[in-house]
């Protein structure tokens, strides 16, 4: 319910229990008289209707809270345990900004990441700097454009590069884990007692559900097959594509992808996924955005090689002979035996298939175990 600064404010307001000036409660906390003005602007309404506690404020006396001493408690004991995000944690809160300008490209003000991270524009200034030779890894520029606010400019395939490499640099492996061992059921609890030492606490919380519930309605073997990174990494995608399209984002068209894709099995269950999502949140997915989620399920790791096999009858011959020259390449000794071996020549398709579109399409992949 309230910024990281604001629960700041309510904690030490709390924990008074009497009437602050503004410049007392200031000097508290440790920010400037401005900053509480700014952040008590908003704090009202969700105060009373959620905890039965009213915020007072009175000219030349000060602030205060009003309300029942337990509700008071409560509020401070949700407060002191729900510490979700610390504004003072410089490393958290530029890893969180750089996932904002990857959620919405558009033009926006310091102000705007300042009353979100509950820091000064100053120190938001400095952050950016600091991310700036993040970005630039992928050829994508922060741009500040004086009296408009700050804007990353880039082509769509390098945004989207920083976004699996974000995701993969961010999931935590455990949690991953948990989730593949229950997928529906345990991400919807992980998601509701999200915290912020994962990348689940960043993203919207509605959309991030209406995903996992909308690939687990599907019940389709392709993506049940998926291996943990995979799947979570596909949720994820998908959820930050809607969070842009949401806002109305422009998303750049590939003609040059579209012609290829189009024809893949795979593009059809990504229709599928687009069409099913696009109802429940009652927007158009763009086609590129389409294209997109296909080249995820094509790029994406399967845990079993049987929802690989059909892949063969699209080019059987060029992945034969590129096993061929593999095993020749690799083991002439024993490279008779192996290529009779069905299963080894199915199972190395089943892998080199995902690989190849990975690599013409700059999808590059970790291993958090390195």
Known sequence: DFTPRMQQILIAMLKEDRILSVKNLAEIIGVSKRTVQREMEYMGSSLQKKYGITFCS?????????GEAENKMILLELLE??????????????????LEILKDKNLKKLFYYSNLFGVSEATISTDLEAVEGWFEKFHLHIVRKQGYGVAIEGEEKDFRRAIRTFIDDNIDTKMIREVYENRNETMLEKISRKNGKTIYYMLDNDILKTVVNTLSELKEDRIMNLTENSYVGLVLHITIALNR??????????PSIHSYITKDEDYELARTIGKILGEKFKIVIPE???VYICLHLKGAKTQNIGTRETGMNRNPEKWLNLVNELVDACDPDNAYLLK???????????HLQPTMIRLSNEMYITNPLL
């Open 58 to 66: 009175k000219a030349g006396t000060g602030v205060w809270l009003e």
């Open 81 to 98: 345990k729900g510490k979700n995000f610390d504004a003072l944690d410089k490393t958290e809160r530029r890893k969180r900004l750089i």
């Open 245 to 254: 399209i949401l806002k109305q984002e422009i998303i750049e068209d590939h």
């Open 288 to 290: 590129t955005e389409i």
């Open 340 to 350: 009779q071996d069905e299963e080894f020549v199915q199972g190395l398709i089943a």
